[in-house]
T-cell receptor, first 112, second 115 residues
Framework: QKEVEQDPGPLSVPEGAIVSLNCTYS??????FMWYRQYSRKGPELLMY????GNKEDGRFTAQVDKSSKYISLFIRDSQPSDSATYLC????????????FGTGTSLTVIP | GAGVSQTPSNKVTEKGKYVELRCDPI?????LYWYRQSLGQGPEFLIY????????DSGLPNDRFFAVRPEGSVSTLKIQRTERGDSAVYLC?????????????FGPGTRLTVL
């Protein structure tokens, strides 16, 4: 079993829709949770960074962590065609925090 | 300022050959990471440097893979006797330090194809 599971999609939504992206994980030692956006043939770009459980909002993006369920989400409001990309969740341990564990990524297309 | 840069952007080689992939981290970043991303997968950790030393090389798949960072800045990932299964995008990332809250900034990657 992979430490981080993510539905690869692909996910296709109309412009303006609310998008929900999710990851589950098995290791309760994960304390830091991140969402990266990756455009085709580019490196991942950090979108959101959260520590432990709770919500964090940044513009149209909201990251949510539920440690009791080992489940994290990224919500995108008012989705735009420029949001079309692959979204990767990533996690790291509290004490050995140097190694990131990534999900497989979800491919998102926002249709104008 | 400039981000993480990687060269070459693409590398095609034949099975059994030796390759070197280069990473230039963001100036002042002491921590440097190498990841491998296969098609349709997320990045997979290979090795992490703090300064000049490899602090964690647990992700290197076998002894054909080796990485150096002799002056604590530029790093080179070296792959000997390449195999077709080594084909992937090799990503480099750097962060200011190795603290748990330090953000890793990724380069564009080197796409390696082994024929």
């Amino acid at each position: 079993q992979k430490e981080v599971e993510q539905d690869p999609g692909p996910l296709s939504v109309p412009e303006g829709a609310i998008v929900s992206l999710n990851c589950t994980y098995s290791n309760s030692a994960f304390q830091y949770f991140m969402w990266y956006r990756q455009y085709s043939r580019k490196g991942p770009e950090l979108l959101m960074y959260t520590y432990s459980s709770g919500n964090k909002e940044d513009g149209r993006f909201t990251a949510q962590v539920d440690k009791s369920s080992k489940y994290i989400s990224l919500f995108i409001r008012d989705s735009q065609p420029s949001d079309s990309a692959t979204y990767l969740c990533a996690m790291r341990h509290m004490n050995t925090g140097n190694q990131f564990y990534f999900g497989t990524g979800t491919s998102l297309t926002v249709i104008p | 300022g400039a981000g993480v840069s990687q060269t070459p952007s693409n590398k095609v080689t034949e099975k059994g050959k030796y390759v070197e992939l280069r990473c230039d981290p963001i100036s002042g970043h002491t921590a440097l990471y190498w990841y491998r991303q296969s098609l349709g997968q997320g990045p997979e950790f290979l090795i992490y440097f703090q300064g000049t030393g490899a602090a964690d090389d647990s992700g290197l798949p076998n002894d054909r893979f080796f990485a150096v960072r002799p002056e604590g800045s530029v790093s080179t990932l070296k792959i000997q006797r390449t195999e077709r299964g080594d084909s992937a995008v090799y990503l480099c990332a750097s962060s200011l330090s190795a603290g748990s809250t330090d953000t890793q900034y990724f380069g564009p990657g080197t796409r390696l194809t082994v024929l």
